[in-house]
T-cell receptor
Framework: DAKTTQPTSMDCAEGRAANLPCNHS???????VYWYRQIHSQGPQYIIH???NNETNEMASLIITEDRKSSTLILPHATLRDTAVYYC??????????????FGKGTLLTVNP | GAVVSQHPSWVICKSGTSVKIECRSL??????MFWYRQFPKQSLMLMAT?????????EQGVEKDKFLINHASLTLSTLTVTSAHPEDSSFYIC???????????????FGPGTRLTVL
């Protein structure tokens, strides 16, 4: 799986949009960009994933650059409960033993009141 | 959505004893389950991949005789830490792979984790 680079930490004011960047310059053509988050002392939670088109769901939006070498996760209206470590992972989509997720260090997002 | 449970949520044991952790997919069948370990202030590290009815595949550096994994059914995988020592104290997290209705791909759903403390 391709390696990703994320800032170690970010701060965001409550109610504002949180934009979390991720660089994945070595991503392969068949690799997707996945985002998970982990609230302290809990298991990771799936947020969103995409291949090349921008994606949106009830939790967040994912913006992938045209060259696919970077992406941004957007939480449109951050709340205190969004404080967590956010992981950007690239991998092929599929099931079975190949469905490995390799977690990097992620970005600690702190939402301030 | 898909729910994965773990039991126990936390356990304290004496050095030299064995501890079993259960991972269950509550509302879906999981052919593949994964076990991770997370030390304080570190990221998740994959320990092993478990497929129902077959032997687990361990990541490099993970002792298969120390961390016994059983995946006897499509909804249950267990991790047994044998002869636990204080350095095995960690946060153990499982995940289960499953498909959601209306989606043509599988997702990996994580359990809430088990905090193991070995005295």
């Amino acid at each position: 799986d391709a390696k990703t680079t994320q800032p170690t930490s970010m701060d965001c004011a409550e109610g504002r949009a949180a934009n979390l960047p991720c660089n994945h310059s070595t991503i392969s053509g068949n690799e997707y960009v996945y985002w998970y988050r982990q609230i302290h002392s809990q298991g990771p939670q799936y947020i969103i994933h995409g291949l090349k088109n921008n994606e949106t769901n009830e939790m967040a939006s994912l913006i992938i650059t045209e060259d696919r070498k970077s992406s941004t996760l957007i939480l449109p209206h951050a709340t205190l409960r969004d404080t967590a470590v956010y992981y950007c992972i690239v991998r092929v989509e599929g099931g079975g033993s190949n469905y490995k997720l390799t977690f990097g260090k992620g970005t600690l997002l702190t939402v301030n009141p | 959505g898909a729910v994965v449970s773990q039991h126990p949520s936390w356990v304290i044991c004496k050095s030299g004893t064995s501890v079993k952790i259960e991972c269950r997919s509550l509302d879906f069948q999981a052919t593949t389950m994964f076990w991770y370990r997370q030390f304080p202030k570190q990221s998740l590290m994959l320990m092993a991949t478990s497929n129902e009815g077959s032997k687990a595949t361990y990541e490099q550096g993970v002792e298969k005789d120390k961390f016994l994994i059983n995946h006897a059914s499509l909804t249950l995988s267990t991790l047994t830490v044998t002869s636990a020592h204080p350095e095995d104290s960690s946060f153990y997290i499982c995940s289960a792979e499953g498909g959601l209705a209306g989606k043509d791909y599988n997702e990996q759903f994580f359990g809430p984790g088990t905090r193991l403390t070995v005295l």
